[in-house]
């Protein structure tokens, strides 16, 4: 959702390197570009006149004239601007004193209310509590049948007495559900309520009553983010109708410019809580400001990648093959599959890969990565044999058409995703064997840098004292005669540390001050 605003504000930073000192002319060039970048991102008018204005006045103080690097200062100061607008720090949900805590949904139709109430139900059981959902949309055709649909998926109880479909008052719903949470020991309640699809005096009414009938400790307004700045007079006009604790902000996922989640925190003065990231269940996370802000500057989310990757690894997996690495065993297609579906298993890969720092500057080549790419691998893998699995150097040719037959593969397809798996193979053996020089990217997956440019590696070669191997058969012929006359006169000329070899002086034991009767231990002397 943030890609162009992310890419404008890269492309403004960009201009101001390689600067010993910025201007007042540099600084109002820039802030000029950053207005123009939040406006076109449809970020509301009093948000960017407050940014940009809190930006300018710090970047023509102190801490950027007596900077080493005034242009880094300046993206450090964007990135705290930007921290502070989305909400400083990090809301979670507070929960009540005597259980059950009860959690209204308020917002319009079409937001994703009820999806977000099976989210928050499955990320608050496994967060080690027992939601029940209490189904008081009753208007909207087939709103009770798809939020108990999605708490079957979700594996959380949902409690819907009444069909909906205009029958029934969602009053008394809510308010049953929540003594029905007491009696059966849940301790948290989610009311789905009922939205419109424009604000109206009934839906208001409807809210207010419902809010009034269960005292929910926790309001969230659930604020679709790919309504642009009609996201900010609704959540204004939720906050004085009905009022709410916190924004829930769903469809992140989508290609709209972002706008609401900057300029929300700032209009209504609450914080934004969680993101719904994607359709599934899974895709919903804890909305932290600052790793927001460094995703939109392109600094990468290393810390949500860091969580989902310990909630998609198994530690039984992870001890066995720390196991196998102090029995310096090999790396087998076995362990190459495990790896790949705990990979899977963190969610997508495009997602995952765009956590990381810089890879704006490769989006083209993510977007055209083919996620279905993991699919034809596990698809060959087990089209093997155990023992081919085990050992893959025994794949000759008879067997690798056999694979590919079995899993609707070229052979091609197969010889590549074997060198694949033998450099993946090659690169565990030196971290067994603690040689390191760090991971060589992402070997064979398409549109994905990885591995070392012939700059770099020329680079390191000259770093390790030695000029990097010529593929003209002449030249490296000169070079190797080159090194091996080297070697020779280094051979001769060893012995002072100093350059010049010395001829050891003759030593007198004599001249030194011993004890009585030592000079019998100094060869005979």
Request: aromatic share 4%.
């Amino acid at each position: 959702m943030f890609a162009t605003l992310s890419d404008r504000l890269t492309a403004t930073f960009k201009s101001l390197r390689g600067k010993g000192r910025l201007s007042e002319a540099d600084v109002d060039a820039t802030v000029r570009e950053i207005r123009r970048a939040l406006l076109d991102a449809d970020v509301a008018l009093p948000v960017v006149r407050l940014f940009t204005a809190q930006v300018r006045e710090r970047a023509l103080g102190e801490e950027v004239s007596q900077a080493l690097n005034p242009a880094q200062q300046v993206v450090k100061i964007v990135n705290e601007e930007l921290i502070a607008i989305l909400g400083g720090e990090t809301r979670r949900l507070r929960f009540a004193k005597n259980p059950p805590t009860v959690i209204m949904l308020a917002g319009l139709q079409g937001a994703g209310k009820t999806t977000l109430a099976g989210k928050l139900g499955r990320h608050l059981k496994h967060n080690g509590h027992r939601p029940l959902l209490v189904a008081c949309d009753l208007q909207r055709p087939n709103a009770v049948n798809q939020l108990q649909i999605t708490g079957e998926r979700a594996g959380v109880d949902v409690f819907a007495p009444e069909p909906g479909n205009g029958v029934g008052d969602p009053v008394a719903v809510a308010r049953a559900g929540v003594e029905h949470a007491r009696h059966h020991h849940f301790d948290v309640v989610v009311v789905d309520t009922a939205g419109r699809t424009g604000v109206d005096a009934e839906m208001m009414q409807q809210a207010v009553d419902i809010r009034a009938a269960v005292s929910p400790d926790e309001v969230l307004f659930v604020l679709d983010a790919m309504i642009g700045q009609d996201a900010v007079a609704t959540a204004e006009a939720f906050r004085d109708g009905v009022g709410f604790d916190g924004v829930v902000l769903t469809k992140l996922d989508g290609d709209a410019r972002g706008g609401a989640a900057l300029s929300v925190r700032h209009v209504t003065g609450q914080p934004v809580m969680f993101a719904s990231t994607g359709e599934k269940l899974d895709d919903f996370e804890l909305f932290h400001p600052d790793r927001m802000a460094s995703r939109i500057l392109d600094m990468g989310d290393v810390l949500t990648l860091i969580e989902q990757a310990e909630k998609a690894f198994d530690a039984d997996q992870a001890q066995a093959m720390a196991a196998k690495f102090a029995a310096d065993e090999d790396f087998t297609l076995d362990d190459f599959l495990q790896q790949l579906n705990a990979v899977r298993n963190m969610g997508s890969i495009k997602k995952m890969l765009g956590m990381l720092p810089g890879m704006a500057q490769v989006r083209d080549q993510l977007d055209a990565f083919d996620e279905r790419e993991f699919d034809r691998i596990e698809a060959m893998v087990r089209s093997m044999t155990p023992l081919e699995r085990r050992q893959p150097r025994i794949i000759n040719g008879s067997r690798r058409a056999r694979i590919a037959a079995g899993c609707g593969q070229s052979t091609s397809a197969v010889n590549d995703m074997l060198e694949r798996f033998g450099q993946a193979q090659k690169m565990m053996r030196q971290m067994r064997k603690g040689l390191g020089g760090g991971l060589p990217g992402i070997p064979g997956v398409p549109g994905v840098p990885g591995g070392a440019s012939k700059k770099q590696k020329a680079r390191t070669a000259a770093a390790k004292g030695r000029k990097a191997k010529s593929g003209n058969p002449a030249k490296r012929a000169e070079q190797e005669r080159a090194a091996a006359t080297r070697a020779l006169t280094a051979k001769e000329d060893a012995g002072s540390a100093f350059g010049a070899p010395q001829a050891p002086a003759e030593f007198d034991p004599s001249q030194l001050d011993l004890p009585k009767g030592f000079d019998k231990f100094l060869g005979g002397r």
